[in-house]
């Protein structure tokens, strides 16, 4: 099984700032890395699939980049809906298909 | 669109059957994943089914105790869940993947998700 870790667990921003997330897989997926964005009491939201396309309607705010077992989601600038959490899948191995922690952003 | 329902209390050692009713999309050419979160946790990958219904997978936390399956004349995926213990309360959230005929693990559409209490 794959162990994702995402840093930081938490991550404390103001409005305007540039957020910049990261996923390290235990082994390498390749470019087979996907990111969501959950907000509390909603279902998660696809926002990256393959390392580094954006998903329908996603703002171009949000861009991946990565392969193998190191990769990163950079907001470039925050916008109030940003303040999230954030999780990182790879869709490599499976089954399972295995998630990242999540790593909070939160308004400072 | 997806819609989840069947959620509730149980008591461990118990049974519930989760429906997941879809709409929006060619049903029968998606493979359909449940996925869970217990509170306050992170997201768990719980199983998958192929679009016919054919094949199915499961994460090794469930296998032999829930069994997934689907009705493509309601456009519906079930998961049935026996031997309930405390861990497998979550929300369960049904998802979509994203591309035809495949098992591709990236998932575009969730439903809201219900919410599986598993306590005495």
């Known amino acids: 099984e794959i162990v994702l870790t995402q840093s930081p667990a938490t991550l404390s921003l103001s409005p305007g700032e540039r957020a910049t997330l990261s996923c390290r897989a235990s082994q390498s997926v390749s470019s087979y890395l996907v990111w969501y964005q959950q907000k509390p009491g909603q279902a998660p939201r696809l926002l990256i699939y393959?390392?580094?396309n954006r998903a329908t309607g996603i703002p171009a705010r949000f861009s991946g980049s990565g392969s193998g077992t190191d990769f990163t989601l950079t907001i470039s600038s925050l916008e109030p809906e940003d303040f999230a959490v954030y999780y990182c899948q790879q869709r490599s191995n499976w089954p399972p298909w295995t998630f990242g922690q999540g790593t909070k952003v939160e308004i400072k | 669109q997806l819609l989840e329902s069947g959620g509730g209390l149980v008591q461990p050692g118990g049974s519930l059957r989760l429906s997941c009713a879809a709409s929006g999309f060619t049903f029968s050419s998606y493979t359909m994943s449940w996925v869970r979160q217990a509170p306050g946790k992170g997201l768990e990958w719980v199983s998958a089914?192929?679009?016919?219904?054919?094949?199915?997978y499961y994460a090794d936390s469930v296998k032999g105790r829930f069994t997934f399956s689907r009705d493509n004349s309601k456009n519906t995926v079930y998961l049935q869940m026996n031997s309930l213990r405390a861990e497998d309360t979550a929300v369960y959230y049904c998802?979509?993947?994203?591309?035809?005929?495949?098992?591709?693990?990236?998932?575009?559409?969730w439903g809201q998700g219900t919410m599986v209490t598993v306590s005495s």
């Open positions: 089914i192929s679009g016919s219904g054919g094949s199915a």
């Open positions: 998802a979509k993947d994203m591309w035809e005929r495949t098992f591709s693990g990236a998932f575009d559409i």
């Open positions: 393959d390392a580094s």
